[in-house]
């Protein structure tokens, strides 16, 4: 599986982008998705998470109930809505799929990761 995230760029605080990866292979449907957050500086942590069936979802405590994932199988694709953006969401943000196909925030459980695109929240 072949990972290629976009949508990243410069947004104020309270604003909101959309972040979208696009899968190649076959099997991008059995595969659980999840995207992490790289800041300067700081080691990378998770984000949010969607099961191989788009069933189940799972989300770091920092960005519940402001940002949602979700899964396109027709279309291989995994976006994250970010709304109420702060400051602190700056980061080069990474989707990633696990063969797990259940959602998890561990992040040696994903095999593939995309390149990352960067996410700068100006206050």
């Known amino acids: 599986v072949q990972l290629q995230a976009s949508g990243g760029g410069l947004v104020q605080a309270g604003g909101s982008l959309r972040l979208s990866c696009a899968a190649s292979?076959?099997?991008?449907?059995?595969?659980?998705m999840g995207w992490f957050r790289q800041a300067p500086g700081k080691e990378r942590e998770f984000v949010a998470s969607?099961?191989?069936?788009?069933?189940?979802?799972y989300y770091a405590d920092s960005v519940k109930r402001r940002f949602t994932i979700s899964r396109d199988s027709a279309k291989n694709t995994v976006s994250l809505q970010m709304n109420s953006l702060k400051p602190e969401d700056s980061a080069v943000y990474y989707c990633a799929a696990a063969s797990t196909r259940w959602a998890t925030s561990r992040s040696d459980e994903y095999d593939y990761w995309g390149q990352g695109t960067l996410v700068t929240v100006s206050s």
């Open positions: 969607i099961s191989w069936s788009g069933g189940s979802t």
């Open positions: 292979g076959r099997t991008f449907s059995s595969y659980a």
